[in-house]
């Protein structure tokens, strides 16, 4: 199976109510250990990738990482660009074979915002790829963008259902207080928000920051109208855990596989946990 746009799921995420992992591809064990837990539980997945991992990795290995996943798999997966900061960027990942890409005009004004967006959708609709838009700031750090919780601004249920009915965007970001990264504490999510805009689009919400949130928060926030969440700092938790105590157990390993490979199956039990609690498997 080739790469697909997320359209190949989400209008069934959006009905039957369950929600599709974003998991970050960092490496090519997360690529690897994302999906082995999607096959295992057959769910559709989405691999983000951040401008910053993109510059990690390299856009054509991460192409060809996730198109041969797509391809051993036979999973409907989206190669995805997370929080894309221009049309330019969007662009060149369209052309290198991204499935679908992320416009995050939220740190613009508002009307300036869905015209950056407008443009991005009417050229990736033409090449049948996906579009995802932020509307608010999400709080919290994310390859080099910091945001203050204080300055994270919760999306106006209006604003953000004007913004679809211009934009025509396939999925929704919207900021209703998860943040990126760890929480302190547990997070104060504005399931109203969610809902009141769900109610008034057809596409499914978003939420950003799913790490670290508890797992009836998601269950209500799924049930509410979010059909797409992203997960990456829990993989980063367990692969770093991982490889910290394959070296503490032996101080004179040497080879990598040694310690990534526990790595990798240590991130194949967080995904497995999440696909099942997105309720996404048996979904494929
Ligand atoms: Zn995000």
Redesign the pocket.
């Known amino acids: 199976m080739s790469l697909v746009s997320m359209n190949a799921f989400l209008p069934q995420a959006k009905e039957k109510k369950f929600a599709v992992g974003q998991f970050n591809m960092n490496n090519l064990e997360f690529a690897q250990a994302i999906m082995e837990a999607a096959i295992e539980l057959k769910s559709p997945f989405i691999y983000g990738v951040s401008e910053g991992a993109l510059k990690y990795m390299g856009i054509e290995y991460t192409v060809a990482i996730a198109e041969a996943a797509a391809k051993a798999s036979g999973l409907p997966i989206a190669l995805h660009l997370?929080?894309g900061s221009s049309f330019e960027v969007a662009m060149k990942c369209i052309r290198a074979g991204f499935s679908s890409v992320?416009f995050?005009g939220s740190h613009h004004s508002f009307e300036e915002n869905i015209r950056l967006t407008k443009e991005v959708v009417k050229a990736a609709r033409a090449m049948g790829v996906s579009v995802e838009g932020?509307l608010g700031t999400?709080g919290g750090v994310?390859d080099d963008i910091s945001v203050d919780e204080k300055n994270a601004n919760l999306a106006k249920p209006s604003e953000a259902i004007r913004f679809y009915e211009e934009t025509g965007v396939d999925c929704l970001?919207i900021a209703v207080g998860t943040a990126?990264g760890m929480y302190a504490g547990e997070p104060n999510i504005r399931f109203d928000i969610i809902e009141e805009v769900s109610r008034a689009i057809p596409v499914p919400v978003v939420l950003?920051?799913g790490s670290g949130v508890p797992d009836e928060m998601i269950r209500r926030a799924v049930q509410v109208g979010v059909g797409k969440i992203?997960v990456?700092t829990e993989n980063q938790v367990a692969c770093t855990d991982a490889i910290r105590a394959a070296l503490a157990k032996d101080s004179k390993v040497y080879d990598p596989r040694k310690y990534l490979g526990p790595a990798r199956t240590a991130m194949v039990e967080v995904v497995k946990s999440k696909i099942l609690l997105f309720g996404s498997n048996n979904q494929a």
């Open positions: 997370d929080h992320m995050d932020e999400i994310e970001a990126h950003h920051g992203n990456n």
